[in-house]
């Protein structure tokens, strides 16, 4: 890979910007990683720009891989390996994006890359996206602000990471979620059936538990109800116990639903269930935006931000499932309103279309690296390297 001089010169100024993505690799099916690969697709076709991507999780190869099924080696074996590509990779390149959830996975995954940066004399992006980040930032105020304070800039999805930042200090901007309207096709529904989606991860924080509850009080007025929870995760056995406690039917637990599957998920789908107790931006809320289902979502965290109640969704309380069951029956009760919802909520996407947000990352991009005025002409020319893609 070629060195670029970035010291402002004419020169330098018509050579691309060498941008070091760092987030999970794509196999770990979250929103992150899915962000992270919408970014390194669309970047493709920006001409001045080359892209390297270092995963959080790297995969050790051939036996070695063996060291990966190991408890707590697991850990070891892949900080080491990840923390080596970016040794390597890091002074590359001019500028590096790194995305981060919170806690401990703050600590082993962007935190690394915002050191090596600063200790290459690299500009830092820290792209914070976890729901939980007042509790993060309350409760490892040693490690989390210090390292943050690090970066040359925190961008989050939405603005109540935005207050949540403000609160200890720490200035942020907001570049939104991008969904990929290649993939996700708008779609009415008519009739609207009492079939239902829940698309998140199986852990305590999206409270799924709230949803088999509220489906059970739906299936007392629509016994063919149908419920198709996507998602995996550490609450999955007892999730399968409370179902048949509740004893539901027509429940379907589908495991992890790969990103170019999931166009199929919400297209059998009429309305979408989200009980989160702590969030920021889900991607699948604005996924189901984009598919024509109309939402009813608990309040939390970030989501108020993005829906809109009786707009462009139903918003209830956090681990309320009475008053989700209710609006969800509402909503088959009353077509009209859904149908106008999902029209609402279609029209927002116009926000996370890539080219409402592209002017957003090419002018943060362009201010770091001095480049204010040479990306905002860039044509399409698909151009672009993977370093360690895996």
């Given at each position: 890979?070629?060195?670029?001089?970035?010291?402002?010169?004419?020169?330098?100024?018509?050579?691309?910007?060498?941008?070091?993505?760092?987030?999970?690799?794509?196999?770990?099916?979250?929103?992150?990683?899915?962000?992270?690969?919408?970014?390194?697709?669309?970047?493709?076709?920006?001409?001045?720009?080359?892209?390297?991507?270092?995963?959080?999780?790297?995969?050790?190869?051939?036996?070695?891989?063996?060291?990966?099924?190991?408890?707590?080696?697991?850990?070891?074996?892949?900080?080491?390996?990840?923390?080596?590509?970016?040794?390597?990779?890091?002074?590359?390149?001019?500028?590096?994006?790194?995305?981060?959830?919170?806690?401990?996975?703050?600590?082993?995954?962007?935190?690394?890359?915002?050191?090596?940066?600063?200790?290459?004399?690299?500009?830092?992006?820290?792209?914070?996206?976890?729901?939980?980040?007042?509790?993060?930032?309350?409760?490892?105020?040693?490690?989390?602000?210090?390292?943050?304070?690090?970066?040359?800039?925190?961008?989050?999805?939405?603005?109540?990471?935005?207050?949540?930042?403000?609160?200890?200090?720490?200035?942020?901007?907001?570049?939104?979620?991008?969904?990929?309207?290649?993939?996700?096709?708008?779609?009415?529904?008519?009739?609207l059936l009492p079939i239902f989606l829940s698309n998140r991860n199986l852990y305590a924080l999206y409270n799924v538990a709230c949803i088999l509850r509220a489906f059970a009080k739906i299936q007392q007025t629509f016994p063919e109800a149908r419920l198709i929870i996507a998602g995996d995760g550490n609450q999955r056995p007892s999730l399968e116990a409370l179902a048949r406690e509740l004893r539901l039917q027509n429940i379907e637990f589908r495991g992890r639903v790969p990103p170019h599957k999931m166009h199929e998920l919400y297209d059998e789908a009429h309305i979408f269930l989200n009980s989160s107790n702590i969030d920021n931006m889900p991607g699948s809320i604005l996924e189901s935006f984009a598919t024509g289902i109309p939402v009813v979502s608990t309040s939390a965290g970030g989501i108020r931000c993005i829906v809109t109640h009786e707009q462009t969704g139903l918003l209830v309380p956090r681990n309320d499932h009475d008053a989700m069951a209710a609006w969800a029956i509402r909503l088959i009760e009353s077509p009209e309103m859904a149908s106008a919802i999902a029209r609402n909520a279609y029209e927002e996407c116009a926000a996370y279309k890539w080219e409402a947000v592209r002017e957003k990352w090419l002018a943060v991009y362009a201010r770091l690296a001095g480049r204010e005025e040479s990306t905002s002409g860039s044509v399409p020319a698909g151009q672009m390297i993977h370093d360690d893609l895996y």
């Open positions: 890979m070629r060195v670029t001089d970035v010291s402002g010169s004419k020169d330098s100024k018509d050579k691309p910007i060498r941008l070091l993505l760092v987030a999970p690799a794509l196999r770990i099916l979250g929103g992150q990683a899915v962000q992270a690969n919408y970014l390194l697709e669309h970047l493709s076709h920006e001409s001045n720009f080359e892209v390297s991507f270092v995963p959080h999780n790297p995969r050790l190869p051939g036996p070695l891989r063996l060291l990966q099924s190991i408890k707590y080696v697991r850990t070891l074996v892949t900080s080491f390996v990840y923390c080596i590509n970016l040794l390597i990779q890091v002074p590359r390149h001019d500028i590096v994006h790194t995305f981060s959830a919170s806690y401990l996975s703050f600590l082993i995954a962007p935190a690394p890359a915002i050191i090596i940066g600063r200790l290459f004399g690299k500009k830092i992006i820290l792209n914070y996206r976890s729901g939980e980040a007042e509790d993060h930032l309350r409760t490892w105020p040693r490690t989390a602000v210090p390292i943050m304070r690090l970066a040359d800039e925190i961008i989050v999805p939405s603005q109540y990471l935005i207050d949540v930042f403000w609160k200890f200090g720490l200035r942020a901007s907001a570049v939104a979620n991008i969904v990929d309207f290649g993939r996700f096709k708008f779609k009415e529904r008519k009739p």
